[in-house]
């Protein structure tokens, strides 16, 4: 309900020959010169949103640094948590951490992890813009697939940092994940090619950069399933 007062006002000015109001933006904040405080609001609250998932990642990795709930927590050097934007509009998943991750605590840094690092930027994007995370955050021996009880026992984690980053898409790398999160155990190279729904988000599954690594003739499909990431992310083609 417009007030009296108001209505009074736009009466006068409709007699003054002014028929359209500008919308209101920040521009024209400025120009008719409303305290710039007013803009602050909005400013806070957006700073407000961003701290409160730095605060909330924060808490889940204090809450999990000395982790112990299956047995690679004795075997590991570090754990590799993940990393990247909290604001990140694409969430990679990959199944755990290697060798070269488990020593430097963070994730997809060895041979796979630089071929991750090319693909992110062939899509243009950088690491910095994107999230990158596995199913299980510590090391299994000699690289093995993560065992049942040791995915069941870590994949709160993977969850939270989800909820906490809430991406547009998610992608999973390789069959361990695809298979994690699509709770199936349908073959990746049957899964990959298209969207599912994981929780109102949507889920690409496709190769792990590591089956690159040994099977080059799997880069063409990646890079089909990226750009159907790139296109749904409104992100151009680079020419
Ligand atoms: S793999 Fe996950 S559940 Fe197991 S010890 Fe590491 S953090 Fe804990």
Known sequence: MLSDDLIKNLQLLKKDGILFLPKYTPATQEKIGLAKTEYHTTVKTSENIAITKADKMAQLQEQIKNCQNCKLSSLRTNIVFGEGNLNAELFFVGEAPGENEDLQGKPFVGK????????????????????IG????????????????EIDACINIILAQIDIIKPKIICTLGRVSSKTLLATDEKISKLRGKFYDFRGIKLMPTFHPAHLLHHPESKKPVWEDMQMIMKELSIPLKK
Request: hydrophobic share 35%.
């Open 112 to 131: 796979a992890g630089i071929l991750l690092t090319k693909i992110i930027n062939a899509m243009n994007l950088s690491r910095e813009e994107v999230y």
């Open 134 to 149: 596995n199913i299980i955050k510590c090391r299994p021996p000699k690289n093995r697939d993560p065992e049942n009880d």
